[in-house]
Each structure stands twice: as structure tokens, then as C-alpha cells.
């Protein structure tokens, strides 16, 4: 079963400071990975996603992610963090387990604090 | 707002209760994920519907179950209920099947069994 880890559980930084929340995944032979923003009281929200093609994604507010097959890694960086990017940042992948059995397996989470 | 609504928001009662979460998907999605958020095991997928039909069940318990209705609309039943079982219970929507598709999360119902 694939298994997403994210190496940091809490991430301060000070604003316009940059940032990497890092995530290693379990190997496997095709590989579609997500993060997913969670701000307080609230839902998840899509960030970006790798699905194939250019290894390097970015969302509309700034987020940009490489995925590094070598290292089985799906890093985010943001070369300059707002106050508005305090939130709880999730890296998920999707697994397939046989049959229509397909899941996104979600990491632990990394809280994400961007002080004045 | 993501277009997927969950009712209640909130939910609080006594251990051995029974209880019913609902959550309606974004209008056009077909399939609709149910996910345990607590603080020690992160965020877990439970199950699966789309249009209707169990596709991928994850770490859900024998005590909880779930059903998507012909108007979309899904329901999670949490039977028998621990103290352990208090967490967030996220409902999710996305137009396909496969994983691939952007799930669309909504606001969650917060159970407190006390």
C-alpha cells in the first residue's frame, strides 16, 4: 500500500520569508500526488497536482511543487509566505489496491505558521 | 465554498448512540468520499460511493456504514459509538472515480461522544 510522509509536523516561518513543506511517498510504478490546503475551521482545498508531463506544478498563489521521482519526493515551496498562508498543508497520493479500489492516502500534515 | 454541504456542523452525544451524518456532493459529481479526521491518525479515508455503488472502502469500522441515494446525496451511520470515535468527519465529491479527480471537500461535522 503507497504511504505519503511529511517529514515536519509544525513549520514557522516569518512573512515574505521562504518556505518548503517536504513529502516522500512510497514508491509504485504510476504516481498522481496532491496537496491539499486546510485553513482553520474549514475544509480541504486543492493546492496542485502532479498527474504526468512537467515535473514542476504551481497553483494560482504562488505554491509550486516538484515532483522528484529519484527521490520519491513531492516537495511545496513558496519563495515568499503572506500572513494568509497560515493553514494546515496535507501531500496525498492515490493508490490503487486492486479491482475499483482506488483511495488518496493523505500524510500526517504539516501546520504551516507564517508570523509578522 | 467548495458546493459540498454537510449536515450538521456540529454533533454531540453519549457513548452506545447512533447517529447520521449527511453530506450533499457539487452539483455534477457523481462520487462521494467519506474521511475520519482526529488528531492522532490524521486524516483517513472510510469509503467510497459513486453513482450509487461502493467503489473503495478504506479504514472504516464494522459499526459505521454508509449509503449514496439516487439523488446523490450520501449518508455515514456511526452505530455503537466509543469515546474514541470523536473526531471530524469530512465528506468529499469529485466528478469521477479513479482518484485522479479533484476532490472537493466540505466544511466537515465535528462529533464529540462523550
Known amino acids: 500500500a503507497q504511504s505519503v510522509t511529511q517529514l515536519d509536523s509544525q513549520v514557522p516561518v516569518f512573512e515574505e520569508a521562504p518556505v518548503e513543506l517536504r513529502c516522500n511517498y512510497s514508491s509504485s510504478v504510476s504516481v498522481y500526488l496532491f496537496w491539499y490546503v486546510q485553513y482553520p475551521n474549514q475544509g480541504l482545498q486543492l493546492l496542485l497536482k502532479?498527474?504526468?508531463?512537467?515535473?514542476l506544478v504551481e497553483s494560482i498563489n504562488g505554491f509550486e511543487a516538484e515532483f522528484n521521482k529519484s527521490q520519491t519526493s513531492f516537495h511545496l515551496r513558496k519563495p515568499s509566505v503572506h500572513i494568509s498562508d497560515t493553514a494546515e498543508y496535507f501531500c496525498?497520493?492515490?493508490?490503487?489496491?486492486?479491482?475499483?479500489?482506488?483511495?488518496?492516502?493523505f500524510g500526517k500534515g504539516t501546520l504551516l505558521t507564517v508570523n509578522p | 465554498d467548495s458546493g459540498v454541504t454537510q449536515t450538521p456542523k456540529h454533533l454531540i452525544t453519549a457513548t452506545g448512540q447512533r447517529v447520521t451524518l449527511r453530506c450533499s456532493p457539487r452539483?455534477?459529481?457523481?462520487?462521494v468520499y467519506w474521511y475520519q479526521q482526529s488528531l492522532d491518525q490524521g486524516l483517513q479515508f472510510l469509503i467510497q460511493?459513486?453513482?450509487?455503488?461502493?467503489?473503495a472502502k478504506g479504514n472504516i469500522l464494522e459499526r459505521f456504514s454508509a449509503q449514496q441515494f439516487p439523488d446523490l446525496h450520501s449518508e455515514l451511520n456511526l452505530s455503537s459509538l466509543e469515546l474514541g470515535d470523536s473526531a471530524l468527519y469530512f465528506c468529499?465529491?469529485?466528478?469521477?472515480?479513479?482518484?485522479?479527480?479533484?476532490?472537493?471537500f466540505g466544511p466537515g461535522t465535528r462529533l464529540t461522544v462523550t
Open positions: 468529499a465529491s469529485s466528478v469521477g472515480w479513479q482518484g485522479a479527480y479533484e476532490q472537493y
Open positions: 496525498a497520493v492515490r493508490s490503487y489496491s486492486g479491482g475499483s479500489n482506488y483511495k488518496l492516502t
Open positions: 502532479y498527474l504526468s508531463g512537467s515535473t
Open positions: 460511493y459513486y453513482n450509487g455503488e461502493e467503489r
Open positions: 452539483s455534477g459529481d457523481l462520487s
